[in-house]
């Protein structure tokens, strides 16, 4: 028997796993699901009377699981610690990242102004689209680091705001 | 045994329409040319086709819109002809007329056609004149603000600016009120000079909730041309098609008929030869528009080629090489009902934000009347330089209502996992009330998908039932699954394990 804690978004699932039968026996709070791992990333998983073909791989520490309707990201919490830095600064309100590499094509603000949440601060075009990048909250506008026409990255900050 | 159309085809283009081009080529055994930029080095289009020629950097510029390499490379390797698919150099005029001078057939309208019809402006003069109803707006285009002011004042608000070179709604934006018009105008402007190095942008008036509804035409070198009937594609994002079908729940026969000589006309009127698209806007009251035609294979074709049994690229081909429509496309009727829908690398719960990365897992549906057109495989990066589109997804079904079922359940087979795509915004759109009652208008999104339900705890419970069963069991779970390429994949991997010899005796 082993056990787990993942994070998935906001919500955090303890797990208990055990061997049955083909398969892995899975119990989370009050639910019971068998799972068979099949070839090539798919698996099997029967909860109650219903059974879903599921799609699940690892890569840099992120567990990508698709179950048909829904896919969902998720880490473990031993692995947590390891995943990359940017992920981590992405989740900092006061620092705005490019969602992609891109260009950028508008500043739509200045140092000094008040924006609100999911204010249009920056556009950057990327993949020929333009796309807007929005406040993550509101504040004032402490910092901008890139000019109209500069590539940028997802790694450093594109505006810094003050909450 | 019909003798081979071409002796070689260079298909100038990448992804899913470029391996669908070749697939083409096959059925008829004429051998292919793929190009790649460095950035495709290790894509499926370049593996597809039977040799392949570097053409330059990942920038478009310097590799797929570089009409002097393509030219090239079709020399070098002794192609007769020329696809040049949809999107990058498929509509400017410039390709059709390099191929002329270097004695390579091109693969769709002549030079002169697709200068016309890719002028928007233009081709709404000569439609005029040909009869073919019209969106109310500007006659023609200008620098002067005070012009689109004027033009928008005289058919009302709101009006929609548009690139004279524009397609797939890139340079388009809709303005409500005066206000919005000089930021509208500046943004239009960018793109369209970002996508089609030409900043001439007009302005209409915007139609409030039509439907898209487009005629696919076919028209060869003696003369002949009809239409393969229509295909509806309302459901936008950004003046994108997401979800398209037919036949249209809209039409009738009466109308279809009416709508089907005006798109005839339309191809006609511009000395058309070789497939392309009439489209038009149909408002409530059944009164449709002519909007713009489109001189190239549209992304959306397959589900023509579903009702109809006709294979569209496999007839471009064909009137390229000079043969006539002929018996065997004539009484074509539409039979059962099709839908496609359009796998985007992008986050359909944020925005339609694009979306990069590297696809850690990929599985295809299956079952009778599903199809799979792609552009990718396991392993591949989606990079920031093309167009996010990676697969369609097309089923038939005798019905429109088993075939939403269909789609439904073949999206969910769908999996590609390491970047984001819309296909659970799809489920929801297919399966909403007014999508499955067939009231759908370009307006569906905006109207009926804005508000919608988060994931449940229930779904996050199984992901991690799955989860710990990767974590326990690493090995098991993946090994066939880690096939994560790091290296440079060659056609041998598809071809698997052998041993010469080694099959003696099983």
Same mark, same amino acid.
């Given at each position: 028997?082993?056990?787990?804690?993942?994070?998935?978004?906001?919500?955090?699932?303890?797990?208990?796993?055990?061997?049955?039968?083909?398969?892995?026996?899975?119990?989370?709070?009050?639910?019971?699901?068998?799972?068979?791992?099949?070839?090539?990333? #798919?698996?099997?998983?029967?909860?109650?009377?219903?059974?879903?073909?599921?799609?699940?791989?690892?890569?840099?520490?992120?567990?990508?699981?698709? #179950?048909?309707?829904?896919?969902?990201?998720?880490?473990?919490?031993?692995?947590?610690?390891?995943?990359?830095?940017?992920?981590?600064?992405?989740?900092?309100?006061?620092?705005?990242?490019?969602? *992609?590499?891109?260009?950028?094509?508008?500043? *739509?603000?200045?140092?000094?102004?008040?924006?609100?949440?999911?204010?249009?601060?920056?556009?950057?075009?990327? *993949?020929? *689209?333009?796309?807007?990048? #929005?406040?993550?909250?509101?504040?004032?506008?402490?910092?901008?680091?890139?000019?109209?026409?500069?590539?940028?990255?997802?790694?450093?900050?594109?505006?810094?705001?003050? #909450? | 045994?019909?003798?081979?159309?071409?002796?070689?085809?260079?298909?100038?283009?990448?992804?899913?329409?470029?391996?669908?081009?070749?697939?083409?080529?096959?059925?008829?055994?004429?051998?292919?040319?793929?190009?790649?930029?460095?950035?495709?080095?290790?894509?499926?289009?370049?593996?597809?086709?039977?040799?392949?020629?570097?053409?330059?950097?990942?920038?478009? /510029?310097?590799?797929?819109?570089?009409?002097?390499?393509?030219?090239?490379?079709?020399?070098?390797?002794?192609?007769?002809?020329?696809?040049?698919?949809?999107?990058?150099?498929?509509?400017?005029?410039?390709?059709?007329?390099?191929?002329?001078?270097?004695?390579?057939?091109?693969?769709?309208?002549?030079?002169?056609?697709?200068?016309?019809?890719?002028?928007?402006?233009?081709?709404?003069?000569?439609?005029?004149?040909?009869?073919?109803?019209?969106?109310?707006?500007?006659?023609?285009?200008?620098?002067?603000?005070?012009?689109?002011?004027?033009?928008?004042?005289?058919?009302?608000?709101?009006?929609?600016?548009?690139?004279?070179?524009?397609?797939?709604?890139?340079?388009?934006?809709?303005?409500?009120?005066?206000?919005?018009?000089?930021?509208?105008?500046?943004?239009?402007?960018?793109?369209?000079?970002?996508?089609?190095?030409?900043?001439?942008?007009?302005?209409?008036?915007?139609?409030?909730?039509?439907?898209?509804?487009?005629?696919?035409?076919?028209?060869?070198?003696?003369?002949?041309?009809?239409?393969?009937?229509?295909?509806?594609?309302?459901?936008?994002?950004?003046?994108?098609?997401?979800?398209?079908?037919?036949?249209?729940?809209?039409?009738?026969?009466?109308?279809?008929?009416?709508?089907?000589?005006?798109?005839?006309?339309?191809?006609?009127?511009?000395?058309?030869?070789?497939?392309?698209?009439?489209?038009?806007?149909?408002?409530?009251?059944?009164?449709?528009?002519?909007?713009?035609?489109?001189?190239?294979?549209?992304?959306?074709?397959?589900?023509?080629?579903?009702?109809?049994?006709?294979?569209?690229?496999?007839?471009?081909?064909?009137?390229?090489?000079?043969?006539?429509?002929?018996?065997?496309?004539?009484?074509?009727?539409?039979?059962?009902?099709?839908?496609?829908?359009?796998?985007?690398?992008?986050?359909?719960?944020?925005?339609?934000?694009?979306?990069?990365?590297?696809?850690?897992?990929?599985?295809?549906?299956?079952?009778?009347?599903?199809?799979?057109?792609?552009?990718?495989?396991?392993?591949?990066?989606?990079?920031?330089?093309?167009?996010?589109?990676?697969?369609?997804?097309?089923?038939?079904?005798?019905?429109?209502?088993?075939?939403?079922?269909?789609?439904?359940?073949?999206?969910?087979?769908?999996?590609?996992?390491?970047?984001?795509?819309?296909?659970?915004?799809?489920?929801?759109?297919?399966?909403?009330?007014?999508?499955?009652?067939?009231?759908?208008?370009?307006?569906?999104?905006?109207?009926?998908?804005?508000? /919608?339900?988060?994931?449940?705890?229930?779904?996050?419970?199984?992901?991690?039932?799955?989860?710990?069963?990767?974590?326990?069991?690493?090995? /098991?779970?993946?090994?066939?699954?880690?096939?994560?390429?790091?290296?440079?994949?060659?056609?041998?991997?598809?071809?698997?394990?052998?041993?010469?010899?080694?099959?003696?005796?099983?």
């Amino acid at each position: 028997v082993n056990k787990y804690q993942f994070t998935c978004g906001s919500g955090k699932l303890d797990t208990t796993i055990e061997k049955a039968g083909q398969g892995w026996r899975v119990t989370i709070g009050q639910s019971v699901y068998e799972v068979e791992a099949l070839s090539d990333g #798919l698996f099997a998983l029967t909860g109650g009377d219903r059974r879903l073909f599921v799609a699940g791989v690892k890569h840099k520490g992120i567990y990508y699981v698709d #179950l048909g309707r829904v896919q969902l990201e998720l880490t473990e919490a031993s692995d947590a610690a390891s995943i990359g830095v940017a992920d981590e600064q992405h989740r900092v309100k006061d620092k705005v990242f490019a969602p *992609m590499p891109g260009r950028v094509v508008k500043i *739509m603000v200045s140092v000094g102004d008040l924006v609100t949440e999911r204010q249009q601060l920056v556009i950057v075009e990327a *993949m020929k *689209m333009e796309n807007p990048v #929005l406040a993550p909250a509101a504040g004032k506008v402490k910092a901008i680091h890139f000019a109209q026409g500069d590539q940028v990255d997802t790694e450093s900050p594109l505006v810094e705001l003050e #909450l | 045994m019909m003798s081979q159309l071409f002796k070689k085809i260079l298909v100038a283009n990448r992804s899913e329409i470029a391996v669908r081009v070749m697939r083409a080529c096959k059925s008829l055994g004429i051998p292919t040319v793929a190009v790649y930029s460095e950035a495709d080095a290790h894509s499926k289009h370049r593996l597809i086709a039977d040799q392949s020629v570097l053409i330059g950097p990942p920038s478009p /510029r310097e590799s797929y819109l570089n009409i002097e390499k393509i030219i090239s490379a079709a020399k070098q390797t002794g192609c007769d002809a020329l696809h040049p698919g949809y999107g990058f150099l498929a509509e400017n005029p410039l390709l059709p007329k390099a191929c002329k001078e270097a004695g390579i057939v091109f693969v769709g309208p002549g030079a002169e056609a697709m200068g016309l019809l890719g002028n928007k402006v233009e081709s709404r003069v000569k439609m005029a004149d040909a009869g073919v109803p019209l969106i109310p707006g500007m006659k023609g285009s200008s620098t002067d603000i005070a012009q689109f002011e004027k033009a928008a004042k005289s058919t009302g608000y709101p009006v929609i600016i548009k690139a004279a070179a524009g397609g797939g709604g890139k340079g388009m934006r809709i303005v409500r009120d005066q206000s919005q018009l000089a930021d509208a105008l500046g943004a239009a402007r960018r793109e369209a000079l970002n996508a089609f190095g030409d900043d001439t942008v007009y302005l209409e008036k915007y139609l409030s909730d039509p439907r898209h509804i487009e005629f696919q035409v076919l028209a060869d070198q003696h003369g002949h041309c009809i239409h393969l009937f229509e295909r509806e594609c309302s459901i936008q994002r950004r003046h994108q098609k997401i979800i398209e079908e037919t036949p249209s729940t809209a039409l009738n026969a009466e109308l279809r008929a009416r709508m089907g000589v005006d798109a005839v006309k339309v191809a006609q009127a511009a000395g058309y030869t070789n497939a392309g698209t009439v489209e038009f806007l149909l408002d409530k009251s059944g009164t449709y528009y002519f909007l713009e035609m489109n001189t190239r294979i549209q992304v959306e074709h397959p589900i023509t080629e579903m009702v109809t049994g006709v294979d569209l690229v496999v007839e471009q081909i064909k009137v390229a090489a000079g043969l006539p429509l002929g018996d065997r496309l004539k009484n074509l009727s539409q039979r059962g009902h099709a839908i496609e829908c359009r796998m985007y690398a992008e986050d359909g719960e944020n925005n339609f934000m694009p979306s990069i990365g590297t696809i850690v897992h990929y599985s295809e549906p299956e079952g009778p009347g599903v199809r799979v057109d792609s552009g990718i495989m396991s392993g591949m990066e989606i990079g920031i330089h093309y167009d996010p589109i990676m697969a369609k997804l097309i089923v038939h079904a005798p019905d429109r209502t088993t075939a939403i079922t269909k789609m439904t359940d073949a999206l969910e087979q769908f999996k590609i996992l390491g970047v984001k795509t819309s296909r659970r915004f799809m489920i929801e759109a297919l399966n909403h009330p007014e999508f499955i009652a067939g009231r759908t208008y370009t307006s569906f999104i905006d109207d009926h998908m804005s508000s /919608r339900e988060a994931g449940s705890d229930e779904y996050q419970a199984l992901a991690a039932a799955v989860a710990s069963v990767m974590a326990v069991s690493p090995l /098991r779970a993946s090994s066939r699954s880690g096939g994560l390429r790091k290296t440079l994949v060659t056609p041998w991997d598809s071809i698997g394990a052998w041993q010469i010899g080694d099959a003696i005796g099983e």
